[in-house]
Nanobody, 128 residues
Framework: QVQLVESGGGLVQAGGSLRLSCAAS????????MGWFRQAPGKERKFVAA????????YYGDSVKGRFTISRDSAKNTVYLQMNSLKPEDTAVYYC?????????????????????WGQGTQVTVSS
């Protein structure tokens, strides 16, 4: 059974930092892209960041570019999201996702419907 488990969320003041982790189990994702999405109350799920199977290519949503960094450790089957200079508008539940297709790249990775596996989410709250 494939599982993605997020951790690292919490409450932080504006300007602070958090590092989210997503540990996968049940299969390896070393040849698959992975991504992060977020959903604020009453709003639709939005793309945050994605990383290709090799880790060479990364993609970011406009609102987080320059502040967030996605990375992966394929040996640990884990993807990370380093979030710096956090703002109150970053408050949301953050979800990790993995694509079942191999070696996917590009704008394809910005769409939640292209991901097959999802974690349960971790709450990030940024106070002003």
């Amino acid at each position: 059974q494939v599982q993605l488990v997020e951790s690292g969320g919490g409450l932080v003041q504006a300007g602070g930092s958090l590092r989210l982790s997503c540990a996968a189990s049940g299969r390896t994702f070393s040849n698959n892209a992975m991504g992060w999405f977020r959903q604020a109350p009453g709003k639709e799920r939005k793309f945050v960041a994605a990383i290709t199977w090799s880790g060479i290519l990364t993609y970011y949503g406009d609102s987080v570019k320059g502040r967030f960094t996605i990375s992966r450790d394929s040996a640990k089957n884990t993807v990370y999201l380093q979030m710096n200079s956090l703002k109150p508008e970053d408050t949301a539940v953050y979800y990790c996702a993995a694509d079942r297709e191999l070696y996917t790249v590009g704008d394809y990775l910005r769409h939640s419907t292209n991901y097959d596996y999802w974690g349960q989410g971790t709450q990030v709250t940024v106070s002003s």
